[in-house]
């Protein structure tokens, strides 16, 4: 593998900003917390250092680094509202949160994500902030799994991509142009603050914005109806955000015309990822990959209902 050239700089500033904070500081726990190319994230002791996605603007990350700050009730606050720049990245440094362990699944918290969520929606953007990212990420996984493959599975998720609305697909406004959305939610974007068992924040700033809050519930909504998300699960993350007052589904009675579209939309972005990969490794879709093709595939086949578009 070709040594990443932004990771010895990014480790420094993570051990640089962890020396600042404290003079009692346990050298040698420099840990390499995630290393993609969309995001580079180094720990030192108590202190997070994350590069974040090539093209990513000061413009782009500060109002929602800002937003962190304001709600700290919500988001893990960053230690700095401004970027650095490095090797052409931004980075922005943050407090170590302790994540969801991903090996006890029966502690995996859905009632605190969706009553975080809950509190986010109906809290009014505290800074102008750009749509939310969501719609534009997924367009993005569709436009790559074009350029990789056409025939196979990938049609299949074509079709079911191609049955949205325009604004699922990034491709006209979000009806909802002043709901405060996170863009990105599953259990990988919450941690425990202050370490290791405060109380659950969100984290990830990134596709944060304004837009259509049933985005946020899109992705659980989605592995629940694929089937890889177990009902009991469904139901606790569904009452919590209702018992929290949130306004991307009605207080009672069947959420899923608020959250059909979403849905679709997460499970074709998933299935194009999955497809992509699969075709870069060489290797057949595994069962859980398959599962969401084939959820594309009946998705294909009937069509969204209660769609709306943005008014005209």
């Given amino acids: 593998m070709t040594p990443n050239p932004l990771l010895p700089d990014l480790t420094a500033r993570a051990i640089a900003a962890a020396h600042s904070r404290t003079s009692a500081c346990p050298c040698g726990t420099t840990v390499t917390l995630a290393e993609r190319p969309d995001a580079t994230v180094v ?6 250092a994350k590069a974040h996605a090539p093209g990513i603007t000061v413009t782009d990350l500060a109002p929602r680094l800002a937003t962190a700050t304001h709600l ?8 700095t509202t401004r970027p650095v720049d490095l090797h052409d990245r931004r980075v922005s440094l943050w407090p170590y949160g302790t994540p969801v362990d991903p090996e006890d699944p029966d502690a995996a918290p859905w009632e605190a994500a969706a009553t975080l969520l809950a509190h986010l929606h109906r809290t009014p953007a505290p800074t102008p902030l750009p749509p939310m990212r969501g719609p534009a990420k997924a367009a993005l996984a ?8 056409e025939g196979g599975p990938a049609a299949a998720v074509r079709r079911a991509w191609d049955a949205l609305p325009s604004w699922a697909r990034d491709e006209a406004p979000q009806p909802d142009t002043a709901t405060l959305c996170h863009g990105d939610l599953h259990l990988g974007q919450l941690v425990r603050y202050p370490a290791p068992d405060g109380p659950w924040r969100l984290i990830d700033v990134d596709d ?7 985005w946020d519930l899109g992705r659980p909504a989605a592995w629940y109806a694929c089937g890889l998300l177990p009902p009991e699960e469904w139901k606790r993350f569904l009452a919590a955000y209702r018992a929290g007052g949130g306004p991307a589904v009605p207080a009672d009675g069947d959420p899923w015309p608020a959250l059909d579209v979403p849905a679709r939309a997460l499970t074709a972005q998933t299935a194009a990822r999955a497809i992509t990969k699969a075709v870069a490794e060489r290797r057949d879709l595994d069962e859980v990959e398959q599962a969401l093709v084939d959820a594309c595939d009946r998705m294909a086949s009937v069509p969204p209902e209660l769609v ?3 008014a005209k």
């Fill in 43 to 48: 720990r030192h002791a108590d202190t997070v």
């Fill in 142 to 149: 569709l436009s790559r799994l074009r350029a990789t493959t």
């Fill in 72 to 79: 700290p009730e919500i988001f893990l606050p960053p230690l």
């Fill in 208 to 214: 944060l914005g304004v837009g259509v809050p049933a």
């Fill in 308 to 310: 709306r578009e943005p």
